[in-house]
C-alpha cells in the first residue's frame, strides 16, 4: 500500500546546512508537501512540489524530487534555532489535490548553538 | 475566526465512554478533515468532508469512529466505547479552493 518513510532524528549546529530526507511509494501522487509542526503547534505548511518538477526552492528551503527513486529531500540553509521542530513530508493520495494525505512519521530536527 | 479551533484541547476518559471532538475550521473553507497523530507515529487520514458531497470515511479505524459535519462547518468527532488505542491527538484541517491545508492545534485525547 502507500507509504512514506522518514529518519526519525537530525541533529546540526546553528549556521549549517540541513537535510531530510524522504521516500515515497505511490508513484500516482501529484503534489508532495513539506509540514513544519513546532512544539504545541499545528502543522503548518512549508512548501509542496509537484511531481512533474525537479526542484522547488523558496528562500532558505530547497526541495528536491527524484521522481525515479521516489525520493525528496527537504534543504534548509543556514538553519537557526527557530528552525528546531518536526518535519513531515506528505504525499497526495493518489492523483488528486484533495487532503487527503499520506504523511510519514516526522523528522525531529534539533539546532544547536 | 482566523484559523481552525478544535475543543477540547485535551480530554482525559475512561476506557469504554464516548467523547466527542469539535473542530471549527477557517470561514469560508469548503473541505473538512480530521486525522490522528499516535506517538511516535505520523498523521493518519480519518475522514473528509467536502461541500454537501457524501464524506470520505476510508481512513476510520472501526466503526466506533464517526463523524459529522453539520451546516457545512462545524465538524464533530465522536468515539464510542474508547479504547486506550484510541489515545492520540486528533487532528482536525480544512482548506479552500488551493487545497493548502491549514491544522487546528488538536485535541489530546488520554485513555485511561
Known amino acids: 500500500g502507500e507509504d512514506v518513510e522518514q529518519s526519525l532524528f537530525l541533529s546540526v549546529r546553528e549556521g549549517d546546512s540541513s537535510v531530510i530526507n524522504c521516500t515515497y511509494t505511490?508513484?500516482?501522487?501529484?503534489?508532495l508537501y513539506w509540514y513544519k509542526q513546532e512544539p504545541g503547534a499545528g502543522l503548518q505548511l512549508l512548501t509542496y512540489?509537484?511531481?512533474?518538477?525537479d526542484m522547488k526552492q523558496d528562500q532558505r528551503l530547497t526541495v528536491l524530487l527524484n521522481k525515479k527513486d521516489k525520493h525528496l529531500s527537504l534543504r534548509i540553509a543556514d538553519t537557526q534555532t527557530g528552525d528546531s521542530a518536526i518535519y513531515f513530508c506528505?504525499?497526495?493520495?493518489?492523483?488528486?489535490?484533495?487532503?487527503?494525505?499520506?504523511f510519514g512519521q516526522g523528522t525531529t530536527l534539533q539546532v544547536k548553538p | 475566526g482566523a484559523g481552525v479551533s478544535q475543543s477540547p484541547s485535551n480530554k482525559v476518559t475512561e476506557k469504554g465512554k464516548d467523547v466527542e471532538l469539535r473542530c471549527d475550521p477557517i470561514?469560508?473553507?469548503?473541505?473538512l478533515y480530521w486525522y490522528r497523530q499516535s506517538l511516535g507515529q505520523g498523521l493518519e487520514f480519518l475522514i473528509y468532508?467536502?461541500?454537501?458531497?457524501?464524506?470520505?470515511k476510508s481512513g476510520l479505524p472501526s466503526d466506533r469512529f464517526s463523524a459529522e459535519r453539520t451546516g457545512g462547518s462545524v465538524s464533530t468527532l465522536t468515539i464510542q466505547r474508547t479504547q486506550q488505542e484510541d489515545s492520540a491527538v486528533y487532528l482536525c484541517?480544512?482548506?479552500?479552493?488551493?487545497?493548502?491545508?491549514?491544522f487546528g492545534e488538536g485535541s489530546r485525547l488520554t485513555v485511561l
Open positions: 470561514s469560508g473553507h469548503t473541505a
Open positions: 468532508f467536502q461541500g454537501n458531497s457524501a464524506p470520505d
Open positions: 512540489i509537484f511531481s512533474n518538477m
Open positions: 505511490d508513484s500516482s501522487s501529484t503534489y
Open positions: 506528505a504525499e497526495s493520495s493518489g492523483s488528486s489535490n484533495t487532503g487527503k494525505l499520506i
Open positions: 484541517a480544512s482548506s479552500s479552493y488551493t487545497g493548502e491545508l491549514f
